[in-house]
């Protein structure tokens, strides 16, 4: 018995995700935009720096789609990924079926990454995701359109940024890098 405890206990050294679990903020389960099945954001993100952001099709914001994909695309090699949320919180922007959202995206701007179900995002009707997402970020909820917050590889919020913050701002990048660069939970590495 005592040979099994030390040979579990050193495996459990070796793969601290599987002592660990993914971060209660992951464990939400969403859609995938236009699709059937919910999926927990664990099982696809777990050990990625994610960058949330709740989007709007109608917004004078839109145009950040292009460079959202852009960063994406650039980034996702190294363990990253944006995660958008289509919401129609404000001022009616976003009030197509996600069949709609699904095709003006890929359409317009080519958006690749990972799009979900359309959530409420502010005040008492806002997903509890995104309950979650405002209270690790101070309280902070979304303002507007392409608000973004920046979870780390552990699946903590560490940033949160406006919507006036555009995909290539070096303050938003700067806060990716750093993220980028701390430890993978699951290898102990970046």
């Known amino acids: ?39 927990s954001l664990c099982s696809r993100f777990e050990g990625q720096v994610l960058l949330v952001v709740n989007t709007a099709s109608k ?12 960063l994406h695309q650039r980034l996702a090699p190294r363990g990253f990924a944006v995660l958008g949320f289509p919401s129609n ?6 009030p197509g079926t996600e069949a709609q959202i699904q095709e003006f995206c890929t359409l317009t701007y080519g958006v690749k990454f990972p799009m979900f179900e359309k959530v409420a995002v ?3 009707t806002a997903a509890p995701f995104y309950r979650e997402l405002a209270r690790q970020a101070g309280g902070e909820a979304p303002g507007w359109n392409f608000h973004k917050y920046l979870i780390d590889r552990s699946g903590k919020v560490v940033a949160s940024f406006g919507s006036r913050i555009r995909p290539d701002d070096p303050k938003l ?11 993978n939970p699951a290898t102990g590495m970046p």
């Open 89 to 94: 919180d404000f001022m009616g922007q976003e």
């Open 122 to 124: 502010k005040g008492d």
């Open 59 to 70: 917004c004078g914001f839109t145009p950040q789609y292009e460079g959202l994909e852009a």
């Open 173 to 183: 990048l700067d806060a990716i890098e750093k993220a980028l660069a701390g430890p």
């Open 1 to 39: 018995m005592k040979t099994f405890c030390r040979a579990v206990a050193g495996l459990l050294c070796l793969f601290p995700v599987l002592a660990l679990g993914c971060s209660e903020l992951l464990q939400a389960e969403f859609r995938p935009l236009a699709g059937k099945d919910r999926a």
